[in-house]
């Protein structure tokens, strides 16, 4: 089945404990892209890929890292989380970069930092 | 002004009621439209893209006004199945910059008996 996937799902951590989530595809999908769910705010960017070792900032990155070394993998990493990245996330990838291509989202990892 | 924007609602409509909702966006320069759906916590799903000529897919109509910057979507004979948040998205992107999406907070559809 193609699907985008996401771990963990739930997650609560405390302050300053490095954490990361994963994101995998398994459509050989070119771009992949993190994004950050906060009431009245909707769906933020925080990186996309565009390939392999290609990643660039979103609208919000601050406190966060990604890296992809495979197609399939972009995880997303905070090295010292703050209660402010307290929020749902959420994986994307699509075919290719085109501004048309349809963007197929994981399930979602709802972040708790205390 | 946010790049886009909806009216977050609830709309609360009965089964079988005609609905619309609209979506303004401030990039005159963005290329694509979309309409995802969103249902509660969980990933938003593609619903239909919106084209310059409008486009129907079933009970669901999109349509585009670059004019005057919005977009739309119709939604006929509505099923409590339709219930969920529905996301007016724009992709800015021209060239480069990659396949960026940005989303509208949007707009709390439910459907009742």
């Not at chain 1, 009245?40 to 996309?48: A, H, K, S």
Request: glycine share 8%; hydrophobic share 30%; proline share 6%.
């Amino acid at each position: 089945e193609a699907q985008v996937t996401q771990n963990p799902r739930y997650l609560i951590t405390v302050t300053g404990k490095k954490l990361t989530v994963t994101c995998s595809q398994n459509m050989n999908h070119e771009y992949m892209s993190w994004y950050r769910q906060d009431p009245g705010l909707g769906l933020r960017q925080i990186y996309y890929s565009m390939n392999v070792e290609v990643t660039d900032k979103g609208d919000v990155p601050e406190g966060y890292k990604v890296s992809r070394k495979e197609k399939r993998n972009f995880p997303l990493i905070l090295e010292s989380p703050s209660p402010n990245q307290t929020s749902l996330y959420f994986c994307a990838s699509s075919p290719g970069v085109l501004n048309t291509d349809t963007q197929y989202f994981g399930p979602g990892t709802r972040l708790t930092v205390l | 002004r946010k790049e886009v924007e909806q009216d977050p609602g609830p709309f609360n409509v009965p089964e079988g009621a005609t609905v619309a909702f609209n979506c303004t966006y401030s990039n005159s320069a963005s290329q694509s439209f979309f309409w995802y759906r969103q249902d509660c916590r969980k990933e938003p799903k593609l619903l239909m893209s919106v084209y310059s000529s409008g486009n129907e897919d079933g009970r669901f109509t999109a349509q585009l006004n670059r004019a005057s910057q919005y977009i739309s979507l119709l939604i006929r004979d509505s099923k409590l199945s339709d219930s969920a948040t529905y996301l007016c998205v724009v992709n800015p992107s021209t060239r480069g910059g990659g396949n960026k999406l940005t989303f509208g907070t949007g707009t709390q559809l439910k459907v009742e008996l």
